[in-house]
Each structure stands twice: as structure tokens, then as C-alpha cells.
């Protein structure tokens, strides 16, 4: 065992680990800090226990989950954002919200059951009740979210009251005719938003509160135990020394954080910290690694198991099982890293790069010596999940699984390993240790709440938005909108969907903008257009990761970009270049859904190898380079053949696949020939 990995042995060893805090950058007072550690531990603590001892009914459990969420969120956020001290008035203000918060998550819980007895005949005190619930939801997302989110929300609210019976029928001259309805009262749109199972306490913080804070929490405990270096050293040993190695590393390092981080830009700053520098250092520019890190990271997002909490809402809303939504997402995933790492070569071979020195990289069997323990909860959790355990359960127990490794890993270290090694194991060393091992514990549980909070509020606030929509029928007019502007075409409907998640992108993270997006086009795709349902939601939740690398908001590229010292806006458009797969991918799903519904054996196979081959003939036709540098012919011809391939005929496809294998092979003998000159010029 490295002196790294061994526990500390003495009080003034022990270190906070080095991870992103969300909202760690407040300026907080330490009984503050203190009161935040109190309420982010008891909320793990509330996940863990009815995720595994005993599960609460639907209302319980989501009413005290966010109830808890919006105290952290008021706690951690300022009212007058993080830099500023709160002040007289912003205690004033702060203390209104965290009331409320108390009352609203309160109320539920004490009298569920008279608000059961009396459904749909709402006392006052119920609907004065739930309109401070809807008022401090939308302050709590617009701290923990960003302004955006509570925007949308608002307009939500907003059309929901504009028509003749409204509260707003004023509001409803406004609209287009397509987009016009009755309206309704504030009892109405307050029982349907905060006394219904369909508004704020609906199926995405339903999602929020079970499925994801719990693998929420499992990240953060392999994060705050150095799993994420882990995967960053095994992905050095396995590719430093190959061409462009470090950009390749970053391609590795970020599929496998994506089973750890929620997030494309916390990916990019946990990785890139480590990847971008190196690559700079090879020979990229700074635009290209901040563009490859951006890319890669992205694709954590789509990376099972957990794909940014995606696959969890997925299987909730297509009612297929978590773990089919995984293996269906596979084959994609690969095809999307198989893409950037095509490119990442390329540019490699293109600009001449060689791979790191041997001596510069870590040792495979040095680094799986080291952290091989992060390997068991992982491996827990996917055996539990082929046995068909329960999402949440399996969460508990791959929980349970890190934090029982971590102490046998001490317990080794004690009764073995310093023996043998001459060190003295004294009372005073002991304490030290179990201290330690209890500010980890401590540190995991808050790190755990604390990244939960801003994933919670955005689908408590999709909630809003999910339950204005059923309310209100905006989904199904929605879905004759993009038919009519489509007419009826369906390249022209899914790129309505591209364009639209790009907006929606612009102020929603992925997670509500994939559950805003499918809410109101999901049934087009569907209904209107044929697509299989799984296939329907896995292109829109692959389209709602664009903002993380499309220009003009780029949020992943934009990341990159300041650990590059490159300019955002050219870093953003080369992310945009290195995941062209997250466009085309949807695409081929689309046209060849065998890939993911199956069919026979051969015919997946025959579209899983033909859609891995137009995707790196792609890339090399967009970067001019394979073998050696291409003419502007075979690449016109490729990207013909890409068309070719993608459309749901066997002879178009096989054309294509043979125009592609002719263009590739063409540029593999002009690179013999050019070498074979080279080698008689010397």
C-alpha cells in the first residue's frame, strides 16, 4: 500500500478532501456552516433509512424530502447570491422562506390524511398553504437552479390562469389560438400543483427522492474516498503511451465518472483538472482539450449505469425496468465514445503527437493495488441489479457496500499491514484514525445532500411545469404544433426537438429539460410519428444534453474553456465538433430501432457495426484525416454514404457501407504510397 492510500495516521494528517462543494464559495458564518452539516446529514441519513429499512408512503417520503432540500437550499444560497453577507434584510427574507419551507413540508405530513378525506373540497388553509409552497419552491430553484427555471415555472403558472375562467382572463387575449384553454382558479391550479400527485410532489421529485439522491449519495462517497483519481490513474495506464494518450485517458476517465458525477460541467472540472494541462502539454490546443474534455464529459451523462439520473426517469415514465433501460444503453454509449475517441486519434495522427513516457505514467498494477476497493460496490451494484432488486435498494446496499469496504480497508491496515511494516499502532494513532473515518463518514453524507439539492429543486419545478401542462392540455396542442410545422416529416420533427431542447437548455439542466421536453413532444414522437416509446425517450434525453457543448451555451465547453485558458466561444464550437455523435446517434436509433428493441442477432449486429463505422468515417471526413490527409472528394462522398447508411433500407445501407469502405481503403493506400516515397527519399 502507497503512502496515499494508507489511513492517517496522526489527527493533524487527516485533510478535507479536494471536491467541488455546491455553494461552498457562500460567505457563510460557522454556525451557519454547522446548521448546513446538521441538515444535509440528517437528510442523507432520512434517504438511507427508507431506502433500505423502511420505505414511507409516496407523500411522507417526497414532502419530508423537500422539505429538507429547500432548507439546505436557503441555507446555502443567500438571498443576494453568494458573495454578499445576508444582512439584517436578508436574514429578514431568508427566515420567511425557511419558515415556510417548515410549514409547507410540515403540513403534509401532520394532516395527509384529513387532506385525503376532503380531496377536491380544499379548506383555505389548505390552498393559502400550498401557494406558499409553489412561492418557495420557485425561490428555493432560482438559488439552487438559476433564474431560468423559476422563470419557466412562473410562465407556467401564468398560462394556467390566462383564459375566460381564470384568474388572468386577460391574459389568455394574448395567446395564439392553438395555444388557448378555459383557465382556471388558484384553488384549481393550487390543488393540482401542491395537493395532487401530479404537480410539485409528482413522478420527477418522486424520481428525485428515491432512485437518484440515493446514487447521488453512492457518488459522493466514492468521490470524498478518491475513487475519482482511481479511474483517472487507470485510464493514464491504459492509454498514456498510445498517440494523443492523455485526450484519450480524458475520453476513459470521463465514462467511467460518469457512474459517479451528476453532472457534465462537475465531470469537466474533476477530470480536466488533471486531463487538460497534459494534453496542452502534448500538443492539442488549448481550444481542442477544453473541446475534448466538454465532449467526453457529455457522454458521463449517457454512460450507464446511472446516466446523470436519467435512466431512472426513463424507466419510470416508459415503465420499462431500470435494467433494460441500462442494457439498451450500452451499445449507444460506446458508439459515442468510440466516436471522440476516433477523433481524439485523428487529430493525433494528424499533428504528429506521440503518447507520454513510460516513466511519466502510473502502473496498472500499482494503481489496481491501490483502489481496487472501488471496484466492489460497483461490482455490488450491477450483480444487484441483474437480480432485479429494486433501484433504491440496490442504491442502500452499494451505499452500505463503500462504507463497509472503507472500514475493512482500515481494519487490514491495523492488524496487518503496520505490523509488518514496523509502525507501533498506539491508542493515540487509533483515535486519530477513527477520527478520520468519521469526518469522511460526516463529509460524504453533507457532499451527498449538498449535490442532491439543485437536482431535487429542478424536478420539483418540473413538477410545476409537468402538472400545468396535464392541467391544462398544453402537451397534446404541443404535439399538433410540431406536427403542423414538420409536416408530418420526421427529420424536420426531430429536429424541431434539437432545436427546442437547445432552448429549453439555455435555462433548465438536463434533467428537467428532459422531462419538459417529453411532457410535450413525447406523444408526437409516438402517437404521430411511430417511434417506439423507449426509443421516443432516449432521443430526447440524448437531445437535452446539447446545451452542455452547442454554441451559443455551451455550459461543458465554457467549463473547459477556463481550465484551458482558451476563449469560450471557440472552445464551445470545438465540444460541438468532438459530439457530433450526440446528434446522429438519436438519428440512427430513430431509423434502425433494432439497436435498441432487438430483433434478430444478425441484424443487430449488421447496425451496430455499420452505425460504428459511418460515425468514424464521420469523423474523419469532418477532420479531412485517417490515414493521411483527404481530398474534398472522398469526403463529399462520405458524407453521402452517411446518408445512405442511416436510411432504414438493406440495399441504401449497403451502398453506403460500401462507399465508405472504398473511401477509407483509398485513403489507406495513398498513405502506403506516400510512405513508400518517403522511405526512397531517405
Known amino acids: 500500500m502507497s503512502e496515499s492510500a494508507k489511513p492517517a495516521a496522526n489527527a493533524s494528517d487527516v485533510t478535507a478532501p479536494d471536491v467541488t462543494v455546491p455553494g461552498g464559495n457562500a460567505i457563510q458564518a460557522r454556525p451557519i456552516l454547522w446548521l448546513i452539516t446538521l441538515v444535509a446529514v440528517g437528510l442523507s441519513l432520512f434517504q438511507l433509512y427508507s431506502a433500505g429499512i423502511q420505505p414511507l408512503g409516496l407523500f411522507y ?23 454578499r453577507k445576508r444582512g439584517a434584510l436578508g436574514w429578514a427574507i431568508d427566515c420567511l422562506f425557511l419558515a415556510g419551507t417548515m410549514l409547507t413540508g410540515g403540513y403534509l405530513v ?11 373540497f380544499w379548506s383555505q388553509t389548505d390552498i393559502v398553504v400550498g401557494c406558499i409552497a409553489v412561492i418557495t419552491v420557485l425561490e428555493a430553484s432560482r438559488r439552487a437552479v438559476g433564474l431560468g427555471m423559476t422563470i419557466i415555472g412562473a410562465v407556467a403558472i401564468l398560462y394556467a390562469f390566462a383564459g375566460p375562467r381564470g384568474e388572468l382572463p386577460w391574459l389568455g387575449q394574448f395567446l395564439p389560438g392553438i395555444l388557448e384553454h378555459r383557465g382556471y382558479n388558484i384553488d384549481r391550479v393550487v390543488g393540482q400543483l401542491y395537493l395532487g400527485q401530479e404537480g410539485i410532489f409528482g413522478l420527477p421529485l418522486g424520481v428525485a427522492a ?3 439522491f440515493i446514487f447521488v449519495l453512492f457518488g459522493a462517497f466514492l468521490e470524498i474516498t478518491g475513487a475519482g483519481k482511481f479511474f483517472i490513474d487507470l485510464a493514464y495506464a491504459a492509454t498514456g503511451r498510445q498517440r494523443g494518450g492523455p485526450a484519450k485517458a480524458a475520453v476513459i476517465a470521463s465514462a467511467g465518472m460518469g457512474s459517479i458525477s451528476g453532472s457534465a460541467i ?19 490546443q488549448p481550444r481542442q482539450a477544453g473541446g475534448i474534455e466538454a465532449a467526453a464529459s ?11 439520473a436519467g435512466a431512472f426517469l426513463i424507466a419510470e415514465y416508459t415503465g420499462v425496468s431500470y435494467l433494460e433501460v441500462v442494457k439498451v444503453s450500452v451499445l449507444p454509449a460506446i458508439m459515442y465514445f468510440a466516436t471522440v475517441y476516433l477523433f481524439v486519434h485523428i487529430i493525433a495522427l494528424k499533428q504528429g503527437m506521440q503518447g507520454m513516457a513510460r516513466s511519466e505514467l502510473p502502473q496498472v498494477r500499482e494503481v489496481m493495488k491501490e483502489g481496487w476497493h472501488f471496484l466492489l460496490p460497483l461490482g455490488v451494484l450491477v450483480w444487484l441489479l441483474v437480480m432485479h432488486m429494486s433501484p433504491m435498494r440496490v442504491g442502500f446496499y452499494a451505499v452500505m457496500t463503500m462504507l463497509a469496504v472503507a472500514v475493512l480497508r482500515y481494519a487490514v491496515w491495523f492488524l496487518f499491514i503496520a505490523p509488518r511494516q514496523g509502525q507501533t499502532v498506539t491508542l493515540a494513532s487509533t483515535a486519530a484514525v477513527l477520527w478520520a473515518g468519521w469526518k469522511k463518514l460526516v463529509q460524504g453524507l ?3 445532500a449538498r449535490n442532491a439539492v439543485a437536482v431535487s429543486m429542478a424536478c420539483a419545478v418540473a413538477g410545476i411545469i409537468v402538472g400545468i401542462v396535464g392541467l391544462t392540455g398544453l402537451g397534446l396542442k404541443f404535439s399538433a404544433m410540431m406536427l403542423a410545422f414538420s409536416g408530418g416529416n420526421i427529420v424536420l420533427a426531430l429536429i424541431l426537438v434539437l432545436l427546442a431542447s437547445l432552448v429549453l437548455g439555455m435555462g433548465l439542466p438536463v434533467t428537467a429539460s428532459y422531462i419538459v421536453l417529453i411532457v410535450l413532444v413525447g406523444p408526437a414522437l409516438t402517437a404521430e410519428f411511430g417511434i417506439p416509446l423507449l426509443i421516443a425517450h432516449l432521443v430526447v434525453f440524448w437531445y437535452s444534453q446539447d446545451s452542455n457543448v452547442t454554441p451559443p451555451i455551451a455550459l461543458a465547453g465554457f467549463a473547459g474553456a477556463a481550465i484551458a485558458g482558451s476563449k469560450p466561444m471557440e472552445t464551445g464550437f470545438q465540444a460541438w465538433k468532438f459530439a457530433k455523435g450526440l446528434y446522429l446517434i438519436p438519428l440512427f436509433m430513430v431509423f434502425n430501432p433494432e439497436i435498441i428493441v432487438g430483433g434478430p442477432w444478425h441484424l443487430v449486429a449488421w447496425n451496430g457495426v455499420i452505425a460504428i463505422l459511418a460515425l468514424g468515417a464521420f469523423a474523419a471526413a469532418l477532420e479531412g484525416y485517417l490515414f493521411t490527409r483527404m481530398s474534398w472528394l472522398p469526403r463529399l462522398a462520405i458524407a453521402g454514404a452517411i446518408v ?31 510512405e513508400a516515397l518517403s522511405s526512397r527519399s531517405r
Open 210 to 212: 428515491t432512485y437518484i
Open 644 to 674: 445512405a447508411v442511416f436510411w432504414p433500407n438493406f440495399l441504401v445501407e449497403a451502398v453506403g457501407v460500401a462507399v465508405m469502405v472504398l473511401a477509407i481503403g483509398a485513403n489507406w493506400l495513398v498513405s502506403r504510397r506516400e
Open 266 to 284: 462537475a465531470n469537466v472540472v474533476t477530470t480536466g483538472a488533471f486531463t487538460i494541462p497534459l494534453m496542452k502539454r502534448l500538443g492539442y
Open 298 to 308: 457529455t457522454g458521463g451523462q449517457i454512460m450507464p449505469p446511472l446516466m446523470g
Open 446 to 448: 453533507e457532499l451527498g
Open 110 to 120: 401532520i394532516y395527509l390524511d384529513e387532506i385525503f378525506r376532503r380531496a377536491g
Open 61 to 83: 417520503q417526497r414532502s419530508i424530502h423537500l422539505m429538507l432540500i429547500m432548507l439546505l437550499a436557503f441555507l446555502i444560497f443567500p438571498v443576494f447570491g453568494p458573495h
